[in-house]
């Protein structure tokens, strides 16, 4: 083969500080200091055997795959504005150029690109009348169908084609934002961009709790391979003439990570950019967004990663390296002594409140809202939406999409009504069968049951003691708020953390796990049948490791960050 293989290497003095040809065209051990000039204008000295500094993908990005030719010479042409290059010979390549794989149209086409993506050092050194001269005549060589010139011309100008080739090796751009939820958000952001460095990406955060808004405006102009938020409301953004969407005028597709149902974030969907795409970790919102957000390009199933306590632990990832990072190991098959039976690390709300709100609707929406919360109640397992166009169907109303989005995103405490409800009738259930649960915040000091003795009340925790209090957890319960079909991080941190997963039902987890083996699902219509459940499961020591072992496994080979990172490129290149 053709390409040359590539390798890490660390210098004995620390990362190596140039790149290294390993060339055919040089006496065996001659070393020679080769320009980007040089380099530029003869291809042969990317044909060999390449060393360069380990992170150096997280300076200039990936191999370009969307070239279909010369790949390694083009990576190693943006490796060389970076670092000096050193041609040695080695006279073991000296043939190594003749066996070509290459089509003459594909070497062609990325020609042209370099040109294009490098005229400026061209034309400053004197050279780009001759290569344009030398691709010109080249271009006489290929059938009139294929339009080799028209081609040139495109990569010169830097039309829509060249963009295509070259945003895949920009920078990808995520926000951190609001330290908001114990900070989770940013815990994701930061995990992101780990793995997406250690999948040999290029990465910039912006962090816009500490820049500002205001500051968004400096990246006007800019282009990127993709920029990421997580339930961020940066890409909502306006300009001045309260018209023109600031993300608008940054080049690159926009990703919205939405963790809650998409109806919530209706205000700055609405008002999001033209490339505008969302991650949704719930499969029944993507139909949702499909029908009532036209302006959304398209959305995908994106559930968050998993972390374990040791990753999370892990500090804020650098731009310019990753930390070495061990693989996950198996789990021992003997059950590990554990602190705590059960736990649940979670807020209370006081539902009743959320009834006080919806009792001080007008008339209208107070019957409709009454009507949609029963229904919710009636059918615990179906989707919010759906017992809504049940309440409409109920009234006899008939709505455009518009109208519908519009109402149900303005009885949406009715929704938040149902799930503080059922959390506290599923921990209510609990303590009243004698089983204790630890719980943390101070919220749960309001709850009607504080005084319970089986209600062990902590401090709240961060994110990272949330990890470790898991990982001292026989049994982490999770309780959705009414994900019918969704993916949360807290069933893959617990898994990670190697504690067992008791959860409601979703249709995701019956489809990715096997109920009783790899996690235990309840359902909310037969809640009388949960304390029963938890004391068999707490009974039983070795069926309940089993399970946190088999629940470990599969997060731990399907369910990390680096599974969204590798995820989210494939998402990417059906999208260019």
Known sequence: TRIPVFTYLISIGGFMEEIICYTGHLPEGIKQNITFMELLLDERWAAGRLEYPEHIHSEIGDINHKLTAKQNYEFLLRAAKKYPVMAIGDASLIDFTSRQSDSPWDSYRTDCYIAGKYQQELLSSGYFNPVMETLLHASFRFPAS?????????????????????????????????????????????????????????????????????ALTGLIGRRFKAIIGIQTHVFSVLMQDKKTCLHDLIAGPKYNMILDHPAWMKEHIDNGPKDYHLLIHDRNYLSFVSRYYKNVKKSYYFPP?????????????????????????????????????????????????????????????RFLAARFLRFMCQNPDEPAEQAFQQALAYYQISISDEDFLTLFYEMRQVCFC?????????????????????????????APFTSCPNLICHPAVSPQEGLETMAQSKISLNIMSWHKDGLTERILNAMLSQSAVLSDKSGILEDIFVNGQDLVLFSLRQLDTLPALVKALLADEKHLWDIT????????KYHQWKNRAESFLQILDENR
């Open 146 to 214: 294929l339009n080799a010139s028209s081609w040139l011309e495109k990569m010169i100008a830097r039309e829509p084609e060249y963009y295509a080739i070259d945003d895949n090796t920009l920078p990808i751009l995520i926000y951190r934002g609001a330290g908001v939820c114990f900070n989770v958000l940013n815990l994701f952001t930061d995990e992101l961009a780990k793995a997406l460095l250690d999948c040999d990406q290029q990465v910039e955060i912006f962090d816009v709790e500490k820049e500002g808004n205001q």
């Open 305 to 365: 990663g998993g972390v374990s306590p040791n990753d999370a632990a892990q500090t804020h990832p650098s731009l310019s390296a990753t930390a070495d990072r061990a693989p996950l190991s198996r789990l021992s098959s003997d059950p590990v002594k554990k602190q705590f039976d059960l736990t649940f690390i979670g807020s209370y709300y006081d539902y009743r409140k959320r009834l006080a709100l919806i009792h001080s609707y007008d008339r209208f929406h």
């Open 418 to 446: 149902a799930m503080t409800y059922y959390r506290e009738k599923i921990i209510r259930s609990l303590l009243d069968a004698g089983i204790q649960i630890h719980v943390y915040g101070d919220t749960w000091t309001n």
């Open 549 to 556: 072992i088999n629940g470990y496994e599969k997060a731990r």
